[in-house]
């Protein structure tokens, strides 16, 4: 992705830069090529020449662009199990990934790691977004995902003849499983997706208190893996599966929904971070039943809701690392919502804002490997950069509306927000 080149200035506003410290009231970054050259109160602004960009944030807030750290680009309005792999054709499922990529930017996504992918789109997409062929958030991939034979994504009766083509790669035994991550390691892909655990979405043989691959399995996941640089993740609830995924040496959890003190030790041991997307079983409870979600699998998203809101703020409390992602692209829980998620942690898990926002931004990009390159606002990196109306810290919410997003610049470009709608860089005069 190319960087802009000359200079911007990002005034008027509260600058929280991401790192966790308290924001500055009075605020200015400045951008040179691309890159953050300042961050700071705006009386210590260094000089810049007289054709610098100008953006006024108009006493509201200058922050990192957010990072997605559980993104699905190629799940859509996503009503059954069943519609994750065998709904559409991989033409359309790409166009979509494309479409979705695009909305993440326009909410304020610089960034963003995802959770699974069906087919290879997500590699393919990322080369597109990097090749500036299509908007979207810097992307780490993944590819199809990885998970024992009759275990939650394993949903098709044999009768049927129909496979999983789409979006698993089905395993039993070490030996397979090994298989599965070369094929993945061909796909080009960052993550390795697995399912070391079952979800309240399958009552009846995975829930989540069943183990949907084995520790052999798992760990010949994560050899394979490391061998050739990649990284292995996994959907884990139950706590015998996340012990499993700590021992077996996983790079990040998903969910970490039942940490039992033991499995919270081991975590912290190793640093491993957590994306619990919690406001993804809020919804479930709040608008699977009137989308036909039944009676016991409304039952186990109360259970790991709970469970979930409870493992994180034991970790947050312990000084573990997690990120904010939501699972976003279930037909309870659309694409455009990801901010969400934000105003989930604050107002029901009980997270402050500036700690929600460090975890949204920072950890973020920490989770992508990247934290070097963008995530706080920190002279020598890519300008990632969100500009909101308002006071984030006041009312967090304000990042779940788009007309409250003036810019949301990527590597120093004005790429999205109401001030490109105005007319790009003419709408930023000069300070
Ligand atoms: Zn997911």
Same mark, same amino acid.
């Given at each position: 992705?190319?960087?802009?080149?000359?200079?911007?200035?990002?005034?008027?506003?509260?600058?929280?830069?991401?790192?966790?410290?308290?924001?500055?009231?009075?605020?200015?970054?400045?951008?040179?090529?691309?890159?953050?050259?300042?961050?700071?109160?705006?009386?210590?602004?260094?000089?810049?020449?007289?054709?610098?960009?100008?953006?006024?944030?108009?006493?509201?807030?200058?922050?990192?662009?957010?990072?997605?750290?559980?993104?699905?680009?190629?799940?859509?309005?996503?009503?059954?199990?069943?519609?994750?792999?065998?709904?559409?054709?991989?033409?359309?499922?790409?166009?979509? *990934?494309?479409?979705?990529? %695009?909305? #993440? =930017?326009?909410? @304020? !996504?610089?960034?963003?790691?995802? /959770?699974?992918?069906?087919?290879?789109?997500?590699?393919?997409?990322?080369?597109?977004?990097?090749?500036?062929?299509?908007?979207?958030?810097?992307?780490?991939?993944?590819?199809?995902?990885?998970?024992?034979?009759?275990?939650?994504?394993?949903?098709?009766?044999?009768?049927?003849?129909?496979?999983?083509?789409?979006?698993?790669?089905?395993?039993?035994?070490?030996?397979?499983?090994?298989?599965?991550?070369?094929?993945?390691?061909?796909?080009?892909?960052?993550?390795?997706?697995?399912?070391?655990?079952?979800?309240?979405?399958?009552?009846?043989?995975?829930?989540?208190?069943?183990?949907?691959?084995?520790?052999?399995?798992?760990?010949?996941?994560?050899?394979?893996?490391?061998?050739?640089?990649?990284?292995?993740?996994?959907?884990?609830? *139950?706590?015998?599966?996340? %012990?499993? #995924? =700590?021992?077996? @040496? !996983?790079?990040?959890?998903?969910? /970490?929904?039942?940490?039992?003190?033991?499995?919270?030790?081991?975590?912290?041991?190793?640093?491993?971070?957590?994306?619990?997307?919690?406001?993804?079983?809020?919804?479930?409870?709040?608008?699977?039943?009137?989308?036909?979600?039944?009676?016991?699998?409304?039952?186990?998203?109360?259970?790991?809701?709970?469970?979930?809101?409870?493992?994180?703020?034991?970790?947050?409390?312990?000084?573990?690392?997690?990120?904010?992602?939501?699972?976003?692209?279930?037909?309870?829980?659309?694409?455009?919502?990801?901010?969400?998620?934000?105003?989930?942690?604050?107002?029901?898990?009980?997270?402050?804002?500036?700690?929600?926002?460090?975890?949204?931004?920072?950890?973020?990009?920490?989770?992508?490997?990247?934290?070097?390159?963008?995530?706080?606002?920190?002279?020598?990196?890519?300008?990632?950069?969100?500009?909101?109306? @308002?006071?984030?810290?006041?009312?967090? /919410?304000?990042?779940?509306?788009?007309?409250?997003?003036?810019?949301?610049?990527?590597?120093?470009?004005?790429?999205?927000?109401?001030?490109?709608?105005?007319?790009?860089?003419?709408?930023?005069?000069?300070?």
């Amino acid at each position: 992705m190319k960087t802009a080149t000359g200079w911007m200035i990002i005034h008027n506003g509260q600058l929280v830069d991401g790192t966790g410290a308290q924001p500055l009231r009075d605020g200015a970054v400045v951008v040179r090529d691309g890159r953050v050259a300042y961050a700071g109160p705006a009386s210590r602004v260094p000089e810049t020449p007289p054709d610098a960009t100008s953006i006024d944030a108009r006493g509201g807030t200058i922050m990192p662009g957010l990072v997605e750290a559980h993104f699905h680009p190629t799940y859509f309005n996503v009503a059954n199990l069943e519609d994750l792999d065998i709904k559409y054709p991989v033409e359309y499922v790409t166009l979509l *990934a494309a479409a979705n990529a %695009k909305l #993440a =930017l326009e909410c @304020g !996504y610089t960034s963003a790691r995802s /959770g699974g992918s069906l087919f290879n789109i997500d590699h393919w997409l990322k080369k597109a977004i990097e090749n500036e062929i299509a908007p979207g958030p810097r992307l780490s991939t993944s590819g199809r995902e990885i998970c024992g034979v009759g275990g939650l994504m394993d949903w098709n009766p044999d009768f049927r003849r129909i496979g999983m083509e789409g979006l698993v790669l089905l395993v039993n035994g070490p030996n397979e499983a090994r298989a599965a991550v070369r094929k993945l390691v061909k796909d080009g892909v960052e993550w390795i997706k697995t399912y070391p655990t079952g979800d309240a979405a399958a009552p009846d043989t995975n829930d989540h208190h069943t183990l949907c691959m084995t520790f052999e399995e798992m760990h010949a996941c994560v050899a394979t893996a490391h061998n050739h640089g990649l990284k292995v993740t996994g959907h884990c609830r *139950a706590t015998e599966g996340i %012990k499993n #995924a =700590l021992r077996a @040496g !996983y790079d990040a959890l998903e969910h /970490g929904t039942f940490m039992d003190d033991e499995a919270l030790e081991m975590l912290l041991l190793r640093d491993v971070p957590v994306v619990p997307a919690l406001q993804f079983e809020w919804a479930s409870i709040e608008h699977g039943p009137a989308l036909g979600m039944g009676r016991k699998v409304v039952d186990g998203h109360k259970e790991t809701l709970e469970g979930g809101a409870e493992s994180a703020r034991r970790i947050l409390k312990a000084g573990g690392r997690l990120g904010m992602g939501g699972d976003y692209g279930f037909a309870w829980n659309p694409h455009g919502d990801y901010a969400k998620e934000l105003s989930f942690f604050v107002k029901y898990v009980g997270f402050s804002p500036l700690e929600t926002i460090t975890c949204a931004t920072k950890t973020g990009a920490e989770i992508m490997g990247r934290a070097d390159e963008f995530g706080t606002l920190e002279p020598g990196k890519l300008a990632d950069v969100l500009v909101v109306d @308002g006071d984030v810290l006041a009312d967090i /919410g304000i990042l779940e509306d788009r007309a409250r997003l003036l810019a949301i610049v990527q590597g120093g470009v004005l790429k999205a927000g109401t001030l490109s709608l105005a007319g790009g860089r003419s709408a930023a005069g000069r300070p």
